[in-house]
């Protein structure tokens, strides 16, 4: 039985009706930059994760960007980043002008090692870019303990984390604002790119409202310079349809990642993800460690069997070709690179049926983790 990574098709098809009215509804408006369909999606977000304010934008790498556009961060500004995550995050901290300094992660959930971040930590350092990989956010208490302690901005990448919490506070809302990622294969993604900003924060929401319309208030006067960072009426509309779901999305998510940790104890060969006891976990990613050296020999045993699994991420950041000169940090970076070489993701997305993840689980078993 084929099983792929992720079946958008079986999550949008119940829904066609639903997205062609959102479709129709843009149509009929003839309102296609921002207007009430943006607005009204930014409401929504903004009471279901109880942050006060949600600013749609064109995609998550675009958030982190205009976060710090917003924050003054630039050249001269080191940013603390962790290696192993998507590039985005690290790209967006170049993009402004500033530094990434590598922080390494932890083995057992993949997210930011503090240890590490402290040591790196010097009078240039302006912000950590925690990013609740997988998602799963990181361990709050001590973020909030760092960057108080340090007196750091703290940007929160929530791209692969909507929806999570840790001390059922929402992950996006304990940092100075958190960046959301619509891509089609986050917990809601969208038709195309979309992102968005979540804060608390009243000045610093006026100041990326105005920097996402290129700096531009009122109309062609602009006090700063900012860009068309702007998410679509379109895309906001179709958005809206599938955030009533995000919760049920999440319980059938949580539920397949339950049932694979339970099956895989105990084995010794693979490495199931832990997650900490106050984190509620979105599980926009299922990944393994395989710790014996056979994780290429596992993808193929599981192609030949039409399951799909993906490695996120096989290159640690600080060891991309377009970072070969940006080192602060890289040169104590062990296990990001040592997860590069051992992580796969497998199939948990909600739709699964149970025979698939019977099928997923058998097959690993099948290579000899029983
Ligand atoms: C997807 C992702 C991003 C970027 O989001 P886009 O909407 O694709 O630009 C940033 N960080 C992480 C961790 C991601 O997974």
Redesign the pocket.
């Known amino acids: 039985m084929a099983v792929p990574l992720l079946d958008i098709a079986r999550q949008n098809k119940p829904l066609e009706n639903e997205f062609k009215a959102a479709f129709d509804r843009v149509f009929s408006s003839n309102a296609f930059i921002l207007g009430p369909e943006v607005a009204a999606f930014e409401r929504e977000i903004a009471e279901t994760t109880g942050i006060p304010h949600a600013i749609g934008l064109s995609?998550?790498?675009?958030a982190?960007l205009i976060a710090m556009m917003a924050m003054d961060i630039g050249p001269g500004d080191e940013v603390l980043c962790p290696a192993f995550?998507?590039f985005?995050?690290a790209g967006s901290i170049a993009r402004v002008g500033a530094t990434p300094v590598w922080v390494d992660v932890l083995e057992d959930t993949y997210n930011i090692d503090f240890d590490d971040a402290a040591r790196k930590t010097g009078p240039d350092t302006k912000a950590i870019i925690p990013?609740h990989?997988f998602g799963q956010p990181c361990d709050i208490d001590r973020l909030n303990a760092f960057a108080s302690q340090y007196d750091l901005r703290i940007i929160e990448?929530v791209?692969?984390a909507l929806g999570a919490t840790f001390d059922d506070q929402p992950a996006g809302g304990f940092g100075d604002c958190g960046?959301v990622?619509?891509?089609p294969t986050?917990n809601i993604g969208g038709f195309g790119?979309?992102?968005l900003l979540l804060t608390r924060n009243d000045e610093l929401a006026e100041k990326v409202l105005t920097l996402r319309n290129h700096g531009m208030e009122p109309k062609y006067y602009h006090s700063l310079i900012g860009g068309n960072f702007r998410l679509d009426a379109l895309q906001a509309a179709l958005l809206r349809v599938k955030l009533q779901y995000l919760n049920s999305y999440t319980e059938k998510r949580a539920a397949n990642a339950q049932f694979y940790t339970e099956n895989l104890k105990g084995h010794g060969l693979i490495v199931t993800p832990a997650t900490l006891d106050s984190a509620h976990h979105v599980w926009n990613q299922y990944t393994i460690r395989v710790i014996d050296g056979k994780r290429a020999a596992l993808r193929e045993h599981l192609a030949a069997r039409q399951i799909g699994s993906e490695i996120y991420y096989p290159l640690s950041l600080h060891e991309q070709v377009c970072f070969r000169k940006t080192v602060k940090g890289a040169d104590s970076i062990r296990v990001s690179s040592q997860l590069a070489n051992q992580v796969l993701s497998i199939p948990v997305f909600p739709e699964m049926t149970e025979a698939e993840r019977d099928e997923v689980l058998q097959a690993l078993w099948d290579f000899g983790y029983n």
């Open positions: 995609s998550g790498t675009d982190l995550t998507f985005g995050t990013v990989l990448d791209a692969q960046a990622s619509f891509y986050k790119d979309a992102g």
